[in-house]
Nanobody, 124 residues
Framework: EVQLQASGGGLVQAGGSLRLSCAAS????????IGWFRQAPGKEREGVAC????????YYADSVKGRFTISTDKAKKTVYLHMNSLKPEDTTVYYC?????????????????WGQGTQVTVSS
């Protein structure tokens, strides 16, 4: 059974930083794409940052490029989202997803399991 345990959300002031973590289990963590998604109220869930654990290729949404970085620790089977220069519009619930994530030139998309979300709130 795939399990994804997300943590690290919280309340931060605009311009601040947070690091989200997602501990994965139930699959090999090799040669899969894994990613972070978010869903603002009234909007569709979007891929924020995704990475292939095989070749390290990654995708970032335009809204977070240069501010967010996704990384993995294969030994810990954990994916991180380092979020810097946070803005109030980054406020929402963030979800991790794997192993049925697909990365394309236009985005990353999840066709499988979701972890539970972690709330990020950025105050102005």
């Amino acid at each position: 059974e795939v399990q994804l345990q997300a943590s690290g959300g919280g309340l931060v002031q605009a311009g601040g930083s947070l690091r989200l973590s997602c501990a994965a289990s139930g699959f090999s963590f090799e040669d899969y794409a894994i990613g972070w998604f978010r869903q603002a109220p009234g909007k569709e869930r979007e891929g924020v940052a995704c990475i292939s654990t095989g070749d390290g290729s990654s995708y970032y949404a335009d809204s977070v490029k240069g501010r967010f970085t996704i990384s993995t620790d294969k030994a810990k089977k954990t994916v991180y989202l380092h979020m810097n220069s946070l803005k109030p519009e980054d406020t929402t619930v963030y979800y991790c997803a794997a192993p049925s994530v697909v990365i394309t030139g236009n985005g990353c998309f999840n066709f499988g399991s979701w972890g539970q979300g972690t709330q990020v709130t950025v105050s102005s």
